[in-house]
């Protein structure tokens, strides 16, 4: 395709689209949950706090029990790993995408640790380990501590398993999830706990969707949430080679659209519905300010940043030193800053570190969230600290 017959749209309209698609622009009704959280393609889940303030960025009057309801009791959402070995919450119905587009990418390349020595050989695993877990909990969830002594207590030869097999950051219980053989269930008390995907979610039929169908089906969901976006940024995203990526991209020609951005040589995507969305964004309209929790599913979308930080602050951002991805406040859809925050007792205390100096409108507004933040995490004063950091 020549380029004069490409779409040539501005950084500012993708910068745009890109805050409208995450309902960052204008939040969703709280009834519709769902539906957001698929349009970002999940809420990363490393840490507990993130996906309900997540939430709280994206959803009128949005309360923690509703995220819990719909895990829970409803469990039309479900907690795994799935992009990049992290853990997310996504809509339950689309456990056979996730799970099938990912899998082998886990196991050829993300879950290599486990072909190290001390791991027990994948033989063994499949043969002995997998049937003991899945025996373990065919009695309910259990945690994390209580599934490794059973499976231990199981085993007839102690020695090929270790505490490292259950560890804290994954394990074994990665590798189950990834199989489609567990998920996590409701923590007890402060603890994780794991269930069964078959008793969890018994409706769910991971052999309905081949790798083929889920990664075409994956890639157009990421294009619905996170485009225009390049094969590196989806691969970047979920974790693919870029070759499979751009494959995967050739495979979805018939439902995607080619577009240039003013200033990049590369090819951005998006699909033909959002296309036409594009086209009638209102980019006169005031953009509110956001406080974003650590690893929010907006900072994680892409490979190329520049659509939503400059290039010299991304080291404020991405931290690599102590692998760390920062709260951030965005302003007019871009990051302007991060934050922090502590609650003790009934007080809730706000540090802001903005890159530049903020206007009193900016401030009042941004005085205003806090306030907010302050009544969703139910305190009863609420502190803010501007250019400076929390200490501890």
Known sequence: MADTDLETISPAMLARLYFANHFLLHKAEHRRIIDVVDRVCGLHSQLPFTPYLSLWNRLQDFKPEMLDHALYREKSLVKTWVMRGTLHIFPSRDLPIYINALKRMWFEHHGRFMHRPEWPSL????????????????????????????????????????????????????????????VFAEPCGKETCFARLDKWLPKINLDKTDEGTARRRLLLKYLHGYGPATAQDFACWSGLLTSEAKATIQECSAEIKEIHV?????????????????????????????LLPKYDSYVLGHKNRARIIHKELLQKVYRPVVGEVAATLLINGRIAGTWAHKKASRKLTVAIEPFEKLDTETTTELKRLVEDLGAFMNVEHVQIILNKQLAG
Not at 262 to 289: C, V
């Open 262 to 290: 003013q200033g990049s040589k590369e090819a951005y995507w998006l699909t033909k519905k959002d296309f036409e969305t594009l086209k009638k964004l209102n980019m006169e309209e005031k953009a509110p300010i956001r």
């Open 123 to 182: 033989e063994k695993r499949k043969n002995n380990l997998y049937p003991k877990i899945q025996q373990a909990l065919s009695q309910g969830p259990l945690t994390r501590k209580k599934l490794g002594e059973k499976v231990f207590s199981a085993l007839k030869d102690k020695t090929e398993i270790s505490n490292k097999i259950f560890s804290d950051w994954g394990g074994i219980l990665k590798e189950t999830a990834y199989l489609g053989l567990t």
